[in-house]
Every structure is written in structure tokens, then in C-alpha cells.
């Protein structure tokens, strides 16, 4: 379970600030990459450890909830459900403090076949070290880091993907890396300590690309859907989509979907039975997932698509309120006006001035 909070500046040795109210997600680095794989389409099982807690249970429910196969994840009495507090500043960076928890009690017995293999360090080194040997294809997150000769030794086995930070990437070559620069320059000395392919990411440098997609991601998925395949952020165009890794993770085709459904039933009005019987879900499984991802309800969003089209119709038409209102499923233009005033402070005649 991650317990977030944001604060100004991440605070030093034995200093202290005051940050955001703390937000509790289901997450952890090897149920956040299940999610975003198994929103990318693929079939995902998640292997791992719980304790027989409510955050265990929370867990469990949210990678069900995203189709994903739990059935060799153990639920441990005696054993907590793993944490990590992470505390993140105005520019991005992050500091992450792990207590694992049930956690340190995965065991190999529980690692079964798999074209490929994600995994982190979070687990037991000597399971690390046993799925690198047996798999066919393992994506290694090493973190967190380990003892420098352990994650030496580790990447000097001949991982397939090597998935690293900064720091971690330092425990590894002996040397800092900092920047674009020292990652690039670490990703190629990591292929020649042993790893076949490497990545580093480097923290806060690329965290405005994952800031601007969120925002156009409020207004509309479809849209950073599409900004995110566009984006260019190196000299290689098809790396791109890899850089943007909260995109990907929240990039949830349902709700691209029922975006275009609603885009197309403006003037009907807002049906949530209609929605989710013509987008194949329930209506829970739809609100849920709205508001993971949105942070607001399918009729909010629905509204504020009604105000987005009634905005650009009054910029760029000569029809009247009332037709407008019409177009966008409100009877009278009266309603019409008393929306854009309360949503946006501003009048019809205002809107259309700013043309």
C-alpha cells in the first residue's frame, strides 16, 4: 500500500515540513507494472504476499478489479502487508521509505512459467537470484537497491531488462549518475557489467511530461491518449511512449471509450444504464473506475463535456444560446448561461468575445 504526501521541499536530517493531506493507494512497484500491463492488454498473474489485513484485502480487490490473475499471491497471518511511504516535492523527486512486510516472505515454490517475468527487489535476493536463473524472459526493477557485490553480482548473471533509477544505477557501477546525460552514459555501462538491455529512468527530469498528461487527461483520456503516441522526449521517436510511464499506467481503455460514447450523446442527456450497457461493464465497475482515474463521477465528466462543446460552438457559430443548448442536451438556453457562469465565472457574451 503506498501513503503518499506532497510537500514543498523534501525535508533534510532531522528536519521537518508540513505536507498534503496523505493519500492511501494500492500500489507497490510490482502491482503498479501488473496494472499497466494488464491495461496494455496483456494476461497478467501476480505472484507475491499479503498480510491478512485490510490493506491485504484492498490489494487484492483493486488487481482483481483490473482482471488480473491473483490466485499465487498468500495471504500471511502474523505477516503485515507491505508499505512504502513516499514523500514527493513541488519538482517531482521523491524519497520512498519501504517496510516490506509480508513482502520478505515470498518463496520460489510460488514463482511459476511465464513468457515473461517482472520483478523487483522487494522480494527475498535468493528468489531474485533463483527466477533470473529459470525464466526466459525477466524484466528486473532493482529496487530497492541492494548491498553493492549483491546487485553486482546480480546484473553480471546476464538479466534480459534491467530497470534502475539513478541511485540504483550508482550501487551497481560504483559512480553517481545524474541527469539525462549520466543515465544515457549508465544504460551503456550497465549493458557492458552484464545486463543485455538497460533503462534508467532519471526521476524528476522527465516528471512535467507525466504533470502535462494528467492535466489533459482530466479534460479528456482520448486526447493524452493521443499526446502520449506524439510526444517526443530523445533523439529515438519510438521511445517516446516508454518515457511517460504514469500515462501508461492510467491509460484505461474503458474510459476512452465511454469519452467517445458520451461526446456522442451530448444532446440525449445523461444516461449512467445507458452508458455502461452500451460500453459492455456495470455501472459500478464504470463510477470506480472514473474516479480512480478522473477523480470525478461519469455525470461530471458527462457535464463537463456538455460545457467544453457549448464553448467551442459559441466561438466558433453564429447559432443562438438556445440552439446551442439544444445541441448539448439542455432544453432552455437560461440553463445554459447559468452553467457557464457557474462553471467558468463567465458569460455567453465573454466567451464569445474571446474568440
Given at each position: 500500500m503506498d501513503i503518499s504526501v506532497t510537500v514543498p521541499r523534501l525535508p533534510g536530517p532531522g528536519s521537518t515540513v508540513l505536507g498534503s493531506a496523505a493519500r492511501f493507494t494500492p500500489g507497490g512497484k510490482g502491482a503498479n507494472q501488473?496494472?499497466?500491463?494488464?491495461?496494455l492488454g496483456a494476461s497478467v498473474a501476480m505472484v507475491g504476499c499479503v498480510g491478512r489485513d485490510d490493506f491485504g484485502q484492498q490489494l487484492l480487490k483493486a488487481l482483481t478489479d483490473e482482471g488480473i490473475d491473483t490466485a499465487a499471491v498468500a495471504v500471511l497471518d502474523g505477516a503485515p502487508t507491505g508499505l512504502a511511504m513516499i514523500t514527493v516535492d513541488a519538482g517531482g523527486e521523491n524519497i520512498i521509505t519501504v517496510a516490506p512486510g509480508a513482502n520478505r516472505e515470498v518463496s520460489h515454490a510460488q514463482v511459476g512459467a511465464a513468457d515473461v517475468l517482472v520483478i523487483s527487489a522487494e522480494i527475498p535476493l535468493d528468489v531474485v537470484r533463483q527466477a533470473l536463473r529459470q525464466q526466459h524472459v525477466v524484466v528486473l526493477n532493482l529496487a530497492p537497491a541492494p548491498p553493492a557485490a549483491d546487485a553486482v553480482a546480480i546484473v553480471a548473471a546476464g538479466v534480459d531488462w534491467l530497470v534502475v533509477n539513478e541511485t540504483e544505477a550508482a550501487a551497481v557501477?560504483?559512480?553517481p549518475v545524474h541527469g539525462l546525460d549520466g543515465a544515457r552514459a549508465a544504460a551503456t555501462a550497465l549493458v557492458a557489467a552484464g545486463a543485455r538491455n538497460a533503462v534508467v529512468t532519471a526521476g524528476a527530469a522527465l516528471s512535467h511530461l507525466d504533470l502535462a498528461l494528467a492535466l489533459i487527461r482530466r479534460a479528456s483520456p482520448e486526447l493524452a491518449n493521443v499526446t502520449a503516441r506524439y510526444l517526443v522526449v530523445d533523439e529515438r521517436t519510438s521511445q517516446s511512449i516508454y518515457s511517460i510511464p504514469d500515462h501508461l499506467a492510467k491509460a484505461d481503455p474503458l474510459i476512452r471509450q465511454f469519452e467517445r460514447w458520451a461526446r456522442g450523446h451530448l444532446a440525449e442527456g445523461f444516461s449512467l444504464d445507458q452508458a455502461?450497457?452500451?460500453?459492455a461493464t456495470s455501472k459500478r465497475t464504470l463510477a470506480r473506475r472514473m474516479q480512480?482515474?478522473?477523480g470525478k463521477s461519469p455525470l461530471a465528466f458527462f457535464q463537463d463535456l456538455r460545457i467544453e462543446r457549448a464553448v467551442h460552438l459559441l466561438r466558433t457559430s453564429q447559432a443562438s444560446v438556445d440552439q446551442i443548448g439544444a445541441e448539448v442536451g439542455?432544453?432552455?438556453?437560461?440553463?445554459?448561461?447559468?452553467?457557464l457562469r457557474r462553471k467558468l465565472g463567465r458569460s455567453v457574451r465573454d466567451i464569445r468575445r474571446s474568440q
Open positions: 501488473a496494472v499497466a500491463a494488464a491495461r557501477l560504483g559512480t455502461a450497457k452500451a460500453l480512480s482515474v478522473l439542455y432544453a432552455e438556453g437560461v440553463t445554459l448561461r447559468t452553467l
